[in-house]
């Protein structure tokens, strides 16, 4: 019994020795890696990158819509050229989709931002099956006071998407949506006042060449009084490339400055741009014909913003009136076309152009560039009738006016008029100094923080250009025998449904 038991005692030390020793061959368990970690200094939904003291946040949103009497455009609205015929749409969907990215870190002067904005965006009016189409409406870099890349412009204030959906249906100054390219440097003073200076991608429309187009409605190198676009200066580019006339190459950028207050009453801009004015040739696209000088437009604006809590919590107002001479696209950023709508046998038509110039050097009745002049504002006031559910009332106004010397050669091209250049005498009736106004209303339910529904009613009019008391553009604009002109107007609707990733 006693070599039984010393046995059993050895063969379980043993086996004791044996399993502590496998044991202390296997591996240590590892500690839990916190592989995401919230990061709480740049607000709600960014966490650091595992490893790196970089914070990100992913965002996005989704949105679908639906409109009536935008002339087959989500976009450009019902004074593109519409000619309200068998043939124009008058319903159109659209869906836009976009997934962001906001990367921030510290340094010794300040934090570093990168930001990116990529997505899909469709228009269809039921005549195939919408395309996907990728965009990006944002891509830059801020680093002490420094914004660099494609953000939006630092001469906008008002605000057009905070107030209504179809953001290009009336005149205004906003790039927002589609975003800009900026190198601008911004420096705070405190007290919520800053002060920007940016050079920004020129906003141009076009130039016209009233000689180079003689007596029909334009080519790729000298304009178009056409409505509902401008021309490519670069054949089957006209998808791609902004349509520019008559204008030269880009030499300069646009100079934008502003003066800006935010606190929380409300805040105020002024701001104010300069842009180059420099067209090609007399003759087409020949250098020996020689070109007018160059010459620099201008654009001014001030904005206005006032929150309204004292009203109801939430309402607010925003305002901004701006002025140009040769640089229309701070006023027209959307639609940045000529006007064009035709109702039976009325046509309303309105150019938009930064310039117009005509004659030739060896004729001796060659012109500068005539700058165009505009003026207009945009207004909005917003009112919540309960937590979730909010009114929008908003306008715009704006008029278009041209110098006797543009008026004639301008009427040339329409084909009320004789001569060229300086020696341009404009025929009876015609005048193309023209005005655009509308007014609507935004109504949106917002169902949670996000996710809302909302329908809108627009109402615009536009007072034509008159080419004479009798005539309009007719076959040489629409392909119709227009035979009069007159102030039109037009009615839409629109309904959207939209999802946001993060607030």
């Keep these: ?63 679908a819509e639906a409109v009536w009497g935008g002339n ?68 830059f870099v801020q680093w002490a006071g420094m914004t660099a890349g494609l953000s939006q412009s630092f001469f906008d204030f008002y605000s057009v998407p905070a107030m209504q959906y179809r953001g290009g249906y009336l005149p205004a100054s906003d790039t927002g949506d589609p975003g800009w390219f900026v190198w601008a440097y911004t420096a705070q003073f405190g007290g919520g006042v800053s002060a920007t200076l940016s050079a920004e991608a ?29 021309v490519s200066s670069v054949a089957g580019a006209g998808s791609v490339l902004p349509g520019v006339g008559a204008y030269g190459g880009n030499q300069a950028p646009d100079i934008v400055g502003n003066l800006r207050v935010d606190q929380a009453w409300g805040g105020a801009q002024l701001m104010a741009a300069a842009h180059e004015v420099n067209a090609n040739y007399y003759t087409a696209t020949v250098p020996a014909s020689g070109h007018p000088g160059d010459q620099w437009g201008w654009a001014a604006g001030a904005g206005l913003k006032i929150n309204a809590p004292f009203i109801t919590q939430g309402d607010w107002f925003q305002a901004q009136v701006n002025v140009t001479q ?30 117009v110039y005509g004659g030739t050097v060896a004729g001796g009745n060659s012109t500068g560039c005539n700058l165009t002049s505009a003026w207009g504002f945009n207004a909005g006031y917003e009112h919540y009738w309960t937590p979730a559910w ?10 278009v006016k041209y110098n006797g010397a543009a008026n004639s050669m301008l009427c040339g091209i329409e ?11 404009a025929g009876a009736g015609c005048n193309n100094n023209w005005s655009t106004w509308g007014i609507g209303s935004r109504t949106q339910w917002d169902v949670t923080k996000t996710f ?41 609707v629109s309904v959207r449904a939209h999802r946001d990733f993060l607030p």
Excluded at 4 to 31: H, R
Excluded at 390 to 399: E, F
Excluded at 454 to 480: C, H, I, R
Aim: charged letters at 10%; a positive charge; aromatic letters at 10%.
């Design 1 to 63: 019994m006693k070599m039984v038991k010393s046995l059993l005692l050895g063969s379980a030390a043993g086996l004791v020795a044996v399993t502590a020793g496998q044991a202390a061959d296997l591996p240590v368990k590892a500690k839990p890696v916190e592989y995401v970690k919230i990061c709480s200094l740049y607000g709600a939904g960014f966490y650091y990158m595992p490893g790196t003291d970089l914070c990100i946040k992913v965002g996005g949103w989704v949105r």
């Design 72 to 139: 087959g455009s989500v976009t450009w609205g019902p004074f593109n050229g519409n000619a309200n015929n068998r043939t124009t749409s008058n319903y159109a969907m659209r869906a836009r989709g976009y997934i962001t990215a906001d990367v921030r870190n510290q340094t010794e002067y300040g934090t570093v931002r990168g930001y990116i904005a990529v997505g899909l965006n469709t228009n269809d009016v039921g005549l195939q099956v919408a395309g996907l189409a990728f965009s990006s409406n944002r891509a």
């Design 202 to 230: 020129r906003r141009t429309t076009q130039i016209i060449n009233q000689t180079a187009a003689g007596a029909t409605v334009g080519t790729a190198t000298t304009g178009t009084v056409v409505p509902g676009g401008y």
């Design 326 to 355: 040769g640089a229309l696209r701070y006023l027209f950023f959307t639609p940045n076309s000529n006007y064009g709508d035709v109702q039976g046998a009325n046509e309303s038509y309105g150019v938009v152009t930064d310039c």
């Design 390 to 399: 909010h009114t929008d009332l908003y306008g715009a106004w704006y008029a």
């Design 415 to 425: 084909g009320n008029g004789t001569s060229f250049g300086s020696t341009a005498v």
């Design 452 to 492: 809302y529904l909302g329908v809108e009613v627009l109402y615009q009019q536009m007072k034509s250009a008159t080419l004479s008391t009798t005539n309009a553009l007719g076959a040489a604009a629409f392909g119709a025998a227009t035979t009069q002109v007159g102030s039109q107007s037009n009615w839409m």
